[in-house]
Structure formats: C-alpha cells, structure tokens
C-alpha cells in the first residue's frame, strides 16, 4: 500500500460532516443535432461501459475510519460504476434553477471513504434540452485547478471527434486544447497550501531569503496605507459555518468585461474583482450587514510579475510563480466607477510589493497571509478574531475555443469549491471561449438567498458599463 504524503492526508484529517473537502465542477452540454430521445442514455452508458479506469480513480484511504486511516492509499481492482456514476432526471418545471438546487444537495455530502473518492452525476429533463455533469473528487486527490483541467482534457475542439472519454478512463492520454494553459492558473488556499507543503524540502535557501523580503514589506506597509493587510473587518460571511451548502452560477460575456477594463485602463480581473465588490456590498444592504470599513479579497494568482503581464488576458502560463494577493475590494465607496479604481490600484499595489520575491518566497510569503484559517479549527478563533480576509476569489483561465465531447458541445463550465469555516462563501470563475463562468459555492445556513449575489453581480457589471463602457 503506497504511503499517503501530508500533503493528501491534511484535507482527510481536516474534513467534518460541516466541511466537506471534495471540490467539484457542474458541465452543461447541448446534444448533437441528431441526438436521438435515449441520447443521455448513451452518454451514461459510454461512461460507464469501459473499466479502463486511471488509477487516480481507484484510490481510498486504506483503513477509511480514524486518523490511522489518513496514512496509507489503497487502490480497488473493481470499480462499482452504478455506484459512481449516478443517473438524475430534473422535476417540474426543470429549469436550471432546479438543477442548481441539485447540485446544492450532492455538493453537500461527503463522499465514502471506503470507496474511491469520486463521483459524477449525469443529469437529464432539463426544458431547452440540455444536459448537465456534475462530478465531484476529494481534495487529498487533485486540488480545484487539477480537477478543471481533468475536465477540459477530456473534450475536443473536433465537434466530430467521437473518441473522447470522461477524466477517470484516461490513464495516460492528455489531449489540451489550443490555447489551454496547463500550469496553475488559479489557486484556493488549500491547493496553496498543498503546494507549499510539497516545496519545502527543496527550498531552504529561498525561504532563508524571504525573511529579509518580509522585513522589506513590512516597512513598506507601516510607511503607507498602500498594501491591503490580512486583517478585515467582521462580516456575515465570516463566521462559523455549518454542512449544507447551496450554489449558484451564471454566464457573462467576456467581451463586455473586456470593454471595460479597456475603457477604464485596468484589467479584466479588477472588473471582475469590481462586479464582486458591488454584487456583495448590494448584498449586504439588503440584509442590513454592510461593514463600515471596506471588505477585502484573497484572490490566487498566476504571477507574472517580471514579464508584466495579466495571466488571464495574456494566455501566458506563470509556472510556479503562484501565490496570493489581499485586494481592497472598496465597497464603503458607493459609486462603482470609484470602486473599480481602488481594486486596480490596491491589486497593482500588492503585486509590485511581491516584484523582488522568487517564486518559492512568493509561495511561502502567500502561505504566511493565509496563516490565520489553520486556527479556525480553534474553538472561539473565528468568532473572537478577525478574518484576514473576507471572501476568496479564483479565477481559473479556461479554453478559448468551443468544445464538445462526442458532438455534445459545451455550454457551460462551473466551478464548485469549497467554503471553509470563517469563509462561508468561495467564488470561483472559469473563462469558456467567450463566457466567463462563475460558481458561488456558500453555507446554506449562513449565507441566505445565495441566488440574489448572481442578480447583483449583473448590475454591479452594467453600472461599471455606463461609467466605462
């Protein structure tokens, strides 16, 4: 039985029936033009008719009860593919309001650890004629990007091609789209610190470095208001959080983004960092929880920091260069055109100040900004503390060009992580030849009416419109 490293072992000791930690993604797909009535019929049975099954899939925890059992992987010869692999038909009326309400439910579970730790749900009845896949995998397994691009690996840009297969029967094939970037191009805290743990052994001397690195930024802090520390203020969000979960997710057009991020000089990840600004700051208003000081951000990032380039509009891989920014998100400002030039500004801020780190500092200075969710497992730490940031927001690039799997052309790509305890909402984008995708996953209990961030996120879009469009 192989030995499972720390760096899998964490996300089992750490998970709760309150926190699960699988990570997931919802896929909606719309049928060939000569689909016939039993087409998802055939879509289940491809997936289920091959035991050709990558060994990532086969994996458990050796002994699936207690600690003991976070220390060993075992792989199963026979795949229970009924099991895994689930087929749902949507209710009356079956509007995508009741597929997200199912995937709500599923994303709630956790998954048995006496089973490999997937699944994935085919999903069918929805009124345009659409499909939906929701598939979930534990987070000792892949991290949230791995898990995308397992998905993204699995499609064509061919709409002919009809020898794609789903992630867990391609043990070695690795088909990437044009233009896909395979390196890590969005980050959640736990695949950071997955990361980190994995890198420390070869790095003792950029970590030696980064002491003095750190004695640089903080006189830069104290000497001016410029950097966006992780210390917020208290909100709705940030509190202890319970199991269920409810999720949301929308499509926008890239373009419209674009247009403003080219009228107003700044990026297309400082709109988006701005849409979440007036979509949560709307939020609470209506449920009388606005904060009086500004909420902030931990937004992952792909840095290219020497290069100078945006990793999400460039395309460009940046590697290792990975870590983490705390982005004043503004939202004591009333006006969404204001909003959007202190989220550039704080977001230029805080990449300069990460400008003379290597990659390895980059990843161990983002660790130590991040440092304040190991002690939420403390009783009374969230409550009495505060967060060091108030949401996270990832952004994931995705392919640029449309994709099908056996004819079904894509249509949607959604990503759903994971809230965390003093993190009671996790947003997650995805770009998708032309759409920007985005997955809000949050506490059921905590965070009521979810649905209503999507509403203010359009209208926090369209005000930034009038201003810049």
């Not at 900004?369 to 952004?395: C, D, E, R």
């Amino acid at each position: 039985m192989p030995f499972m490293p720390p760096t899998d072992s964490m996300f089992l000791l750490a998970e709760s029936r309150e926190h699960p930690m699988h990570v997931g993604g919802l896929q909606l797909f719309e049928p060939p033009a000569d689909a016939g009535p039993h087409y998802v019929r055939e879509v289940l049975d491809q997936f289920r008719g091959n035991d050709n099954v990558n060994p990532l899939f086969r994996k458990r925890p050796a002994e699936p009860v207690g600690a003991v059992g976070s220390t060993w992987w075992t792989h199963d010869e026979t795949i229970d593919f009924d099991y895994h692999v689930r087929h749902s038909a949507l209710p009356e009326p079956r509007r995508i309001r009741e597929l997200l309400q199912a995937t709500s439910l599923w994303h709630s579970s956790l998954l048995d650890r006496h089973r490999p730790l997937w699944e994935c749900h085919v999903v069918e009845g929805l009124q345009d004629g659409r499909f939906a896949v929701y598939n979930k995998v534990h987070h000792s397994m892949v991290d949230g990007v791995s898990a995308i691009r397992l998905m993204q690996r699995s499609l064509s840009t061919d709409p002919e091609a009809d020898d794609c297969l789903p992630p867990w029967l391609q043990p070695e094939r690795a088909r990437n789209a044009p233009g896909e970037s395979t390196g890590s191009g969005g980050f959640g805290p736990l695949a950071l610190a997955r990361s980190l743990a994995g890198a420390v052994g070869d790095v003792a001397g950029d970590l030696a470095g980064l002491l003095p690195a750190s004695a640089r930024i903080a006189m830069e802090a104290i000497g001016s208001n410029d950097l966006t520390l992780p210390r917020a203020p208290r909100t709705m969000f940030n509190v202890p959080i319970g199991g269920a979960r409810r999720f949301a997710a929308q499509s926008w057009e890239i373009e419209r983004i674009r247009r403003v991020a080219k009228s107003s000089a700044t990026t297309m990840n400082d709109v988006v960092l701005a849409m979440v600004s007036g979509a949560l700051r709307e939020y609470l208003i209506e449920n009388h929880a606005l904060p009086d000081d500004p909420m902030t951000a931990m937004v992952p990032v792909s840095l290219s920091l020497r290069s100078g380039g945006d990793p999400a509009e460039t395309g460009r891989d940046g590697g290792n260069q990975v870590g983490v920014i705390i982005v004043n998100l503004a939202t004591d400002r009333e006006n969404g055109s204001t909003r959007l030039e202190e989220i550039a500004y704080s977001s230029r801020q805080a990449k300069r100040i990460l400008g003379d780190l290597t990659p390895t500092q980059i990843l161990a200075f983002s660790a130590l900004q991040m440092l304040p969710l190991a002690f939420t497992p403390v009783p009374g730490f969230v409550k009495y503390t505060h967060p060091p940031f108030n949401v996270i927001v990832s952004n994931v690039p995705g392919p640029t060009e449309e994709m099908y799997f056996n004819g079904a052309r894509l249509d949607g790509m959604y990503p759903v992580s994971i809230a965390l305890d003093g993190q009671a909402i996790n947003i997650t984008l995805t770009s998708r030849a032309g759409y920007l995708d985005v997955g809000i996953i949050g506490c059921r209990r905590t965070v009521p009416h979810l649905q209503r961030l999507l509403l203010h996120l359009e209208s926090a879009l369209s005000e930034l419109e009038g201003s810049w469009g």
